[in-house]
């Protein structure tokens, strides 16, 4: 069965200073990977996904990297702001046999990012 | 384009009642995914939907809990008998196959009293 972990649980930094969020998990067998943002009480946004054969997507101020090998994924977050603060989710889906994916997304439990002015 | 949407955004039960959540995908989009999500927590998986058929529901915790989709459009969640147990935040995703990046609605938070 699949498990997510993402270290650290809670994450708090001055405003400015560029960080690492981290996710494992523990089947390599992995279709493609998604990290998401969610806001208190709000739904999730999407950030970036990754297919399990690139090694790393990038979207402005935001970079995630993927070692499907050693079952790792990393998020960094150039030059935070306040506005970044929110729970941040990876989460990844599975590869069947004949490379099928059905899309089901198993998360880990977030990791809470607080940056301060 | 418009995004996924939910109603209702909150939902406030008594327990035993009857219960029905909805959810508006993207058009086009012919995946369709439900999560439940305690305090805390990551998002749980509970059924996929492609088109009209739900092609896995290993996630629905019992048989009180029973989704449609049929016109494979707008899917409903439909919960029987509720319980405190079931007081979670409830999201919906929907993707152009079950192979893209899915994008997800507001949620719809039910309490259960």
């Known amino acids: 069965k699949q498990e997510v972990t993402q270290i650290p649980a809670a994450l708090s930094v001055p405003e400015g200073e560029n960080l690492v969020l981290n996710c494992s998990f523990t089947?390599?067998?992995?279709?493609?990977l998604q990290w998401f943002r969610q806001d208190p009480g709000k739904g999730l946004t999407s950030l970036l996904l990754?297919?399990?054969?690139?090694r790393e997507q990038t979207s402005g101020r935001l970079n995630a990297s993927l070692d499907k090998s050693s079952g790792r994924s990393t998020l960094y977050i150039a030059a935070s702001q306040p506005g970044d603060s929110a729970t941040y989710l990876c989460?990844?889906?599975?590869?069947?046999?004949?490379?099928?994916?059905?899309?089901?997304?198993?998360f880990g439990q977030g990791t809470i990012l607080t940056v301060h002015p | 384009g418009a995004g996924v949407s939910q109603t209702p955004s909150n939902k406030v039960t008594e327990k035993g009642k009857y219960v029905e959540l909805r959810c508006d995908p993207i058009?086009?989009?012919?995946?369709l995914y439900w999560y439940r999500q305690s305090l805390g927590q990551g998002p749980e998986f509970l059924i996929y939907f492609q088109g009209t058929g739900a092609a896995d529901d290993s996630g629905l915790p019992n048989d009180r809990f029973f989704a449609v989709r049929p016109e494979g459009s707008v899917s409903t969640l439909k919960i029987q008998r509720t319980e405190r147990g079931d007081s979670a935040m409830y999201l919906c995703?929907?993707?152009?196959?079950?192979?893209?990046?899915?994008?997800f609605g507001p949620g719809t938070r039910l309490t259960v009293l």
């Open positions: 989460a990844v889906t599975r590869r069947y046999a004949g490379g099928t994916s059905y899309g089901k997304l198993t």
């Open positions: 990754i297919q399990s054969s690139q």
């Open positions: 089947d390599s067998a992995i279709y493609n």
């Open positions: 995703a929907s993707s152009r196959d079950s192979y893209n990046e899915q994008f």
């Open positions: 058009s086009g989009h012919t995946a």
